[in-house]
């Protein structure tokens, strides 16, 4: 569906203040989400955590982005974008100074779950506050910028705190004073800059339930699969390739590990600039293909004990990750009236991110059984077959939907 101009939210305006301060906040709130990714190891020697624990503690995060999604994921449709992602920014402020403190594991079980929240109204309220600040004939660069933003952000993250981890006296102390730092730089741009009546209509504060429109609903499903697929791999991979490293390959580096999760993270958003040349539907397949050799790869490296396998399975696994998350970003939440836009993008991420949780889990609990490396085997498995079915499903309705245009001509 094609948007007028005048279905514009009202008070959504394009000044590159608006657009600079809503991107930079997008990208700080979730690069918070992914700073604790190479320090797991530290945290595990210093508090004895085992694997589960590890990816218990990881998935937290993608709980508490799933909470937030299903509960306020239409808010700001409601109340507009400008309080969402100020308190979206506010809860990554709190996050990181829970951080601060002298770690324990229920306290970075709350870090992780109020970083989770933030990055949760940031997700789905984000993408929607960027979109509407361009013009519907750029709704394709606004979508590019939003998943950029995001998959850039969690990049940024994971390799700036591998960084410090390896420089620093202080690894668990130094990553969250930068991010509190950039966080505050982030609400004050916010508040200075974002547009004040993004959305007209009453405020309602009430939750309420989420909702895809009936017309997108076939495309919906296959875009949460696709993407989903691709972040399912990608969570299993930050969850424990730090503890991988240090293990089974005897590379403690922490810039290391946040280096291969930097690789998969950065890829998706180079995947988004492929993806832009493609049409939606072909990227879609094109990125369910390239999943499953990801997949493959990432199994070599477990079998085979394989850096080379592992940082080719990152790469591989970003690019077409990326091209997974653009095309769904199109068929999905440029689709419909900016009213409903945050509703449909929270829907849209709380998908991913309910795919990105429980695969961790689902590993970390199989390797208490048989081992980290066959738990792991299993899953690359699993991910390679549903991704497989996915791009033939896309296929077969691509090619249904071609036959019925020949006809009607």
């Given at each position: 569906?094609?948007l007028?101009?005048?279905d514009?939210?009202?008070?959504a ?23 604790p990714?190479p320090l ?10 085992s694997s ?5 503690l990881?998935a937290?995060y ?5 909470a937030?999604?299903t509960v ?8 507009g974008?400008r ?5 979206a920014v ?7 100074l829970?951080?601060?403190?002298p ?8 870090a992780?779950?109020v970083?989770?929240l ?11 506050a ?7 004939e750029?709704k394709?660069a ?5 998943v950029?933003?995001n998959?850039?952000?969690l990049?940024v993250g ?11 006296s202080a690894?668990?102390v130094?990553?969250?004073a930068?991010?509190?730092g ?8 916010l508040?200075?800059?974002s ?5 007209a ?5 009430r ?6 429109p009936a017309?997108?609903?076939g495309?919906f ?16 991979l ?9 293990r089974?390959?005897?590379l403690p ?6 280096g291969?999760v930097?690789?998969?993270?950065a890829g998706?958003a180079?995947?988004?600039?492929v ?11 094109a990125?369910?293909?390239g999943?499953?050799?990801?997949a493959?790869?990432?199994a070599?490296?477990?079998?085979a004990?394989?850096?080379?396998a592992?940082l ?10 990326g091209?997974?998350?653009?095309a ?7 689709q419909?009236?900016?009213?409903h836009?945050?509703?449909v993008?929270s829907?849209?991420?709380?998908g991913l991110?309910v ?7 689902g ?5 208490a059984?048989?081992?980290l ?6 899953f ?30």
């Amino acid at each position: 569906m094609l948007l007028d101009r005048t279905d514009r939210p009202r008070g959504a305006y394009r000044t590159a203040p608006a657009v600079v301060s809503t991107a930079f906040a997008f990208l700080v709130v979730m690069m918070g989400t992914t700073l604790p990714t190479p320090l797991y190891s530290l945290y595990s020697a210093r508090l004895g955590f085992s694997s589960l624990t590890v990816t218990v503690l990881f998935a937290v995060y993608a709980l508490g982005v799933v909470a937030a999604l299903t509960v306020f994921g239409r808010l700001s449709d409601d109340v507009g974008r400008r309080p969402v992602l100020l308190l979206a920014v506010l809860l990554a402020i709190v996050s990181a100074l829970l951080f601060l403190l002298p770690p324990s594991l229920p306290l970075l079980i709350v870090a992780r779950v109020v970083s989770g929240l933030g990055a949760g109204l940031m997700s789905g309220t984000g993408t929607a506050a960027v979109i509407d600040l361009f013009a519907p004939e750029n709704k394709g660069a606004a979508g590019t910028l939003a998943v950029a933003v995001n998959t850039g952000g969690l990049a940024v993250g994971t390799l700036l705190a591998g960084v410090v981890a390896d420089l620093a006296s202080a690894p668990l102390v130094v990553p969250f004073a930068v991010h509190l730092g950039l966080s505050l730089t982030a609400f004050a741009g916010l508040w200075a800059f974002s547009p004040r009546a993004a959305v007209a209509g009453r405020a309602r504060l009430r939750p309420r339930p989420l909702r895809v429109p009936a017309e997108i609903h076939g495309a919906f499903v296959r875009a949460v699969l696709a993407a989903g697929s691709a972040f399912a791999v990608t969570g299993v991979l930050t969850a424990v390739s730090a503890i991988f490293l240090a293990r089974f390959l005897d590379l403690p580096s922490h810039a290391l590990a946040g280096g291969v999760v930097f690789l998969a993270f950065a890829g998706m958003a180079i995947g988004q600039l492929v993806a832009r040349r493609l049409a939606p539907r072909t990227a879609l397949v094109a990125g369910c293909g390239g999943l499953v050799v990801a997949a493959a790869l990432l199994a070599t490296a477990l079998a085979a004990q394989s850096l080379a396998a592992l940082l080719a399975a990152a790469a591989v696994l970003g690019v077409f990750g990326g091209l997974c998350m653009n095309a769904g970003i199109a068929t999905t939440v440029e689709q419909v009236a900016p009213a409903h836009r945050a509703e449909v993008s929270s829907s849209f991420f709380a998908g991913l991110y309910v795919m990105l949780a429980f695969p961790a889990i689902g590993v970390g609990a199989l390797s208490a059984v048989l081992g980290l490396r066959a738990s792991g085997l299993v899953f690359c498995a699993v991910v390679a077959l549903l991704a497989a079915s996915v791009g033939l499903i896309e296929m077969r309705s691509e090619a249904r939907a071609g036959a019925a245009g020949s006809l009607l001509r």
